[in-house]
């Protein structure tokens, strides 16, 4: 099992809390992005960088990604992607993607980008506050003691 970051637009804060989960529990993490993503030294978190271009770090993503593994985007295709490879998707404000929910998410970006496409203005993400922090740990701590119980 490993922990995939989609890091172009992974917010900071959110990035320390999965480089400190990542080194206590020793899981995998791979954070993808377009461009040079530091990462702290450790043994255990590495950063993938591909090509500039559309989705080119959620290409790289779903072509690794297997089941079991956790995503971290907020990018609804790729989580849905991910989904339907048989991993997990987690939004970093705290909202853990389900098979059940994916679809309603994509029908509901799907609807924004029509009414932007028409000019309408839909306004931008609600600001990050101390309890999307904090729902993001909560259901990154309740993955990661599933994958302790897998290893041997």
């Known amino acids: 099992m490993r922990l ?3 890091a172009d637009a992974c917010p900071n804060v959110i990035k320390d809390i999965i480089f400190r989960a990542a080194d206590r529990v020793g899981v995998e993490t791979i954070l993808v992005a377009n461009q040079y993503i530091r990462t702290p030294p450790s043994a255990h978190i590495r950063s993938m960088q591909v090509p ?8 790289a993503i779903v072509e690794r ?15 849905s992607a991910a989904i339907d490879k048989g991993a997990l998707a987690l939004n970093p404000r705290g909202e853990l993607y389900t098979a059940d929910s994916i679809a309603q998410r994509l029908s509901l970006r799907n609807f924004m980008d029509e009414l932007r496409g028409a ?16 729902a993001f740990a909560n259901q990154l701590d309740s993955w990661l003691a599933r994958y302790k119980k897998s290893q041997p």
Not at 52 to 59: C, N, P, R, S
Not at 119 to 134: I, K, L, S
């Open 65 to 79: 990604v297997e089941p079991g593994d956790l995503v971290v985007t907020a990018d609804i295709p790729l989580a």
């Open 4 to 6: 995939w970051v989609d």
């Open 52 to 59: 500039g271009g559309f989705d080119a770090a959620d290409t």
């Open 119 to 134: 000019g309408v203005d839909t306004g931008g993400p609600a600001a990050f506050h101390a309890r999307d922090r904090q």
